[in-house]
């Protein structure tokens, strides 16, 4: 599970990043990468569903997991719905909203791949110790 939280903890900012630049570009510039955009968002929230999982079974990381396993679902189906909503002058708001979910997916999987550092190796060690 440690090499599964390394590569969630690498590649969900580093997709998060990508999405950033890609998102903003479309914002302010008009040149749109959509399909791009949308991989890496797909990619960030793989790694938070992966590591929400991961955080579940570690009962130092549950309620983060949980947290984590919940939110999955949203970044997809906010970002695949936002063009529909609030359709208008106020169409600003929802993509900060979209960004304040980036934000907080990414933001969550290093959460839980830090905390995962701290108290996760304690507890795969003392599982690699049992089953000698």
Do not use: C
Request: aromatic share 8%; net charge positive; proline share 2%.
């Amino acid at each position: 599970m440690a090499t599964l939280i390394r590569i969630t903890k690498f590649a969900g900012p580093a997709a998060g990043i990508g999405a950033l630049t890609l998102g903003l570009m479309h914002w302010f510039l008009n040149i749109s990468f959509i399909g791009l955009h949308i991989f890496f968002g797909a990619v960030v929230t793989l790694a938070l569903l992966v590591t929400g999982i991961v955080g579940l079974s570690i009962s130092g990381l549950r309620v983060m997991g949980m947290a984590a396993v919940a939110l999955a679902p949203v970044v997809p189906l906010f970002g695949m719905t936002q063009t529909q909503i609030l359709v208008g002058d106020l169409h600003w708001l929802i993509r900060v909203a979209h960004l304040l979910v980036g934000f907080a997916a990414v933001g969550l999987t290093e959460r839980i791949g830090e905390r995962y550092s701290q108290i996760g190796g304690q507890t795969a060690g003392m599982e690699s110790v049992s089953a000698a």
